[in-house]
C-alpha cells in the first residue's frame, strides 16, 4: 500500500502540451483536464471550466514517475532526512510514488515499527511512498521477520537492502515464506567474502589510486545464487541496482529460463564509469560502485531491451560531516531524486543514446509493474499523477529539496527539468 497526506483534488487544464505516455500509445499535442484530481479529457482545444489553466507550450506532459528505490533515513536519522523532506525532493524530481527502504534504526522489521511510519506518512508526505519491510529481524540474515503480519501492515516488498542475505538456505528459506504473502523479495546481491573491504571497482582505476577492489564478480556470483533459488522455489525475486555486465547476462538467461525475475539500475550506473573516481570527491562513493565502460554499455543496452525494467535512484542522503572527509573513510551512497530524469535526459536522451519514450517507460509503467502499483497514466478516468517537463530548460544543481547535499551532480549543468508535479491529484511541486 502506498500513503499521502490527505488534500483535495484540483481543477486544472494543461493546454497544448506534448501528451506523452508510451503505455498508452500517446504521443500529440494536446489539453489535458482534470476536474477534481482526476484526468477527465483528453483532447484538442478543452472547455477550462472555470479551472486553472496551464500553458505547456513547448513542455512535454508524461505520467510522473515512480521511484522504487529510496533511502528516507526514517526513523533514526532525520537529520539526514524524514518523510516530509524526502517526499518533497520526490515531487521536485517529477515524482509521485516511491518505496523506502527498511535499513533504518530501528530497522523496519516489526509491524509496530512498520506502523509508525504509515502514520506518518499519511500526515506528511507530500507524494505517495509505500514502504518495503526487512527480510531478516535486524538485517542480521539468522531469523526472518513476520512476514505475513508485515504484510498485512501495509509492507509493500522485503528487502534487506544495504546487507545482503547471506545464507543461501535462509534465503530459500525467505522465498518460501514470502510466497504466501503476495510479496516481492527485492534482493541486494553482494558476495562480501569477495567485496571485502573494497572501496571502488576492481580494476585499474582502483590499482593506481591505491584503493582496495570491489570486484563485479562479488555481485553477479549473488545475482546467479539468487536467481537459481528463485527459480527453484518458483517465487519472483528483484534485484536491485545491478552494475556489471555479468549479473545482466546472468538475468537474460534467468528470464529465458522463464524465471520470474527483475532489475532495476541506477542513473549514476547508467552515466558514469570508474573513471570518475578519480576527483576522488566522496560523492562518487556507492555501493555497488562504479564499474567499467563494458559494464556501463552492458547496462544501457539491457534497459533499452527491457532485460531490466526500471530506473531507481538508490536515493541515500547522508549529513555533510559524513561525506567531508577521505574518499576511503566515507559512507556509500548519493541522492538522486532531484536529480534522476534531468542527468538521463541530459547524458543519454539528448545524447541518443536511449529514446526519451523508452526513459518514460522505465520511470513510470516499469517499476509500477515490478511492484504491482497503480500505474500512473494520461487516461481518462485515472488519478491525476502527472510531470510536467520543459527539455530544452539549462539548470546548475545547487539547492535541494533534501536535507542532504551528497549529490554527485553538485555545479553540474544539466538540461530538462520538472516544471510541475501532480500527485493524488494536486499539484505536489511547482518551479
Not at 506523452?20 to 477527465?40: Q, S, Y
Not at 489553466?53 to 536519522?77: C, I, K
Not at 485515472?382 to 535541494?400: G, I, M
Request: proline residues 4%; glycine residues 8%.
Amino acid at each position: 500500500m502506498l500513503y499521502i497526506k490527505e488534500r483535495p483534488g484540483e481543477n486544472i487544464v494543461v493546454r497544448a502540451a506534448r501528451v506523452l505516455d508510451p503505455t498508452e500509445g500517446i504521443d500529440a499535442t494536446l489539453d489535458v483536464r482534470i476536474d477534481g484530481g482526476m484526468i477527465a479529457a483528453i483532447g484538442e482545444s478543452l472547455d477550462r471550466n472555470e479551472h486553472r489553466v496551464v500553458d505547456g507550450a513547448g513542455l512535454v506532459l508524461t505520467p510522473a514517475f515512480v521511484d522504487p528505490h529510496v533511502h528516507l533515513r526514517t526513523p533514526g536519522r532525520e537529520d539526514e532526512e524524514t518523510i516530509a523532506t524526502g517526499t518533497a525532493a520526490a515531487a521536485a524530481g517529477g515524482f509521485c510514488a516511491i518505496l523506502a527502504m527498511p535499513n533504518t534504526d530501528p530497522v523496519v522489521d516489526s509491524a509496530a515499527t512498520l506502523g509508525a511510519l504509515v502514520e506518518t506518512a499519511a500526515r506528511q508526505a507530500e507524494v505517495a511512498v509505500g514502504f518495503l519491510a526487512a527480510i531478516t529481524r535486524g538485517q542480521k540474515g539468522e531469523e526472518l521477520t513476520e512476514m505475513a503480519e508485515l504484510a498485512d501492515s501495509g509492507a509493500v516488498a522485503f528487502s534487506d537492502d544495504g546487507v545482503p542475505v547471506a545464507s543461501a538456505g535462509m534465503m530459500r528459506r525467505a522465498l518460501q515464506y514470502a510466497s504466501i504473502t503476495g510479496r516481492k523479495l527485492a534482493l541486494h546481491c553482494e558476495e562480501r567474502s569477495l567485496s571485502s573491504d573494497g572501496q571502488v571497482h576492481e580494476g585499474t582505476v582502483a590499482a593506481e589510486l591505491g584503493f582496495h577492489g570491489y570486484p563485479s564478480v562479488a555481485e553477479s556470483v549473488m545475482v546467479e545464487r539468487d536467481l537459481a533459488l528463485a527459480g527453484y522455489e518458483g517465487q519472483p525475486v528483484h534485484l536491485l541496482h545491478l552494475s556489471s555486465a555479468d549479473s545482466v547476462a546472468a538475468l537474460r538467461r534467468a528470464r529465458a529460463a522463464s524465471i520470474e525475475a527483475t532489475a532495476e539500475v541506477t542513473p549514476h550506473h547508467l552515466v558514469l564509469t570508474d573513471e570518475a573516481v578519480r576527483t576522488l570527491d566522496a560523492n562518487m562513493k556507492m555501493n555497488p560502485p562504479l564499474r567499467s565502460a563494458e559494464d556501463r554499455t552492458a547496462l544501457i543496452e539491457a534497459l533499452q531491451d527491457g532485460t531490466i525494467e526500471c530506473i531507481a535512484t538508490d536515493h541515500a542522503p547522508h549529513a555533510l560531516h559524513e561525506k567531508d572527509v577521505p574518499f576511503e573513510a566515507a559512507p556509500f551512497g548519493v541522492t538522486g531524486l532531484e536529480t534522476a530524469f534531468a542527468v538521463v535526459h541530459t547524458h543519454l536522451v539528448r545524447g541518443g543514446v536511449l529514446p526519451l519514450a523508452t526513459v518514460i517507460e522505465r520511470m513510470t509503467a516499469g517499476p509500477a509493474r515490478v511492484f504491482g502499483l497503480d500505474r500512473p497514466r494520461v487516461a481518462v478516468g485515472a488519478t491525476a499523477n502527472l510531470a510536467l517537463l520543459d527539455l530544452e530548460r539549462e539548470w546548475t544543481v545547487e539547492t535541494f529539496k533534501s536535507r542532504s547535499r551528497n549529490s554527485w551532480l553538485l555545479g553540474e549543468t544539466l538540461v530538462g527539468q520538472v516544471a510541475m508535479t501532480i500527485a493524488g491529484g494536486a499539484v505536489a511541486f511547482e518551479r
